[in-house]
């Protein structure tokens, strides 16, 4: 299989989704398959506003087209709904050629969060992007409930995957602060509801793990914290496995891939009862889910690491990659698009009213 593989969400970024997409290219390269990454590192791009680590791609549609040329795909995937998988997604409907997409990230909740932009508008973006799209890949059940309950039709599941080798239990020796250690990973972003961890009155040490927008703010306001930086490969599995406890404060993450990590380290999780922690932990023995973070971290505590080990076993990259093509084989055909989708399209207009409606 020829798969073209569509994300602004790549390398040097570290995040989830960055994390997916990257293990999922080289499990399906090592199946045989063929994956060309269409990514803002082939094109000229400029920094993302509030978070300049996303680059977004300029001008794209020529480079795109001749891509699509050069090497005529079996598949297509869209994982972002940035410039290039706007292009993309242009591309493909004007030349009838059936494409599926990913609801990786809440970007509705992330652009209220800073520019306070309501909700339901958002979401009329997001379910005029989507709408062709013969497959919406999603994380979790609880994700699938929410976007059909919101209108996004022809969901289906696609599981994540976890590096068991990288991420194991080991000596907690990368970390010397006083315990217990409650560590967090992740952007320093106020999407990530952060500061609901760092004022929890909890013993030992709070670390913070990753950068972001709110890092310096967060550094001078909360001193006691231990902020250690970007960490990256084996430098983070270390940390992870030298924790005590790790707190997950979000909530508006569709999956949360640092809950596996921390899971395959032997370390249970604390996280409020939303989407992603619901589906990754549930009522499995190997974290606490509760309204009141603080209470749920210093019970988590209890919890046996091997418990978490043993756990996240069952989450393997072999498994995600088979959803993933499964989803792919089934829409992957030569017809064209339907007409109601090209009935969306004609104008491929982007008219707010428009999209209200919808």
Request: charged content about 25%.
């Amino acid at each position: 299989m020829r798969l073209i593989l569509v994300t602004d969400a790549w390398h040097p970024q570290v995040n989830g989704v960055v994390r997916t997409l990257s293990n999922l290219r080289d499990y399906l390269t090592g199946l045989g398959d063929e994956v060309v990454m269409l990514t803002p590192e082939l094109f000229i791009s400029v920094p993302c506003p509030t978070y300049p680590e996303i680059r977004l791609s300029l001008l794209p549609a020529r480079k795109i087209r001749k891509i699509f040329n050069d090497t005529p795909p079996d598949a297509v995937h869209i994982a972002t709904e940035g410039p290039l998988g706007y292009a993309t997604r242009r591309y493909c409907l004007k030349n009838d050629i059936p494409f599926t997409t990913a609801f990786h990230t809440r970007f509705a909740e992330y652009v209220h969060a800073r520019i306070r932009l309501p909700l339901r508008w958002g979401y009329a973006g997001l379910k005029w992007f989507h709408r062709p799209s013969r497959t919406i890949m999603v994380a979790t059940p609880s994700l699938e409930t929410d976007l059909e309950s919101r209108g996004f039709r022809h969901i289906r599941r696609w599981t994540r995957g976890i590096d068991t080798t990288l991420f194991h239990p080991r000596e907690k020796a990368a970390l010397v602060y006083q315990r217990p250690i409650f560590l967090y990973v992740g952007r320093v972003a106020v999407e990530k509801n952060i500061e609901d961890f760092l004022t929890l009155d909890l013993p030992g040490t709070k670390v913070v793990v990753g950068d972001g927008p709110m890092r310096k703010e967060l550094e001078r306001k909360y001193p006691a914290v231990a902020f250690l930086g970007l960490k990256e490969g084996e430098e983070l599995a270390r940390v992870y496995a030298s924790a005590d406890v790790f707190v997950f404060p979000s909530r508006t993450d569709t999956f949360g891939l640092v809950l596996l990590e921390a899971l395959a380290s032997g370390v249970p999780v604390a996280a409020y009862p939303v989407t992603g922690p619901l589906d990754v932990i549930g009522d499995h023995p190997v974290g606490v889910l509760d309204e009141d973070l603080e209470s749920a971290a210093k019970k988590a505590l209890e919890i046996d690491p091997a418990a978490c080990r043993d756990y996240s076993m069952n989450y393997s990259w072999a498994t995600s990659a088979a959803q993933f093509k499964d989803n792919l084989v089934i829409f992957t055909s030569t017809e064209n698009a339907s007409a109601a989708v090209q009935s969306d399209e004609k104008a491929g207009t982007l008219d707010p009213e428009y999209l209200l409606k919808k």
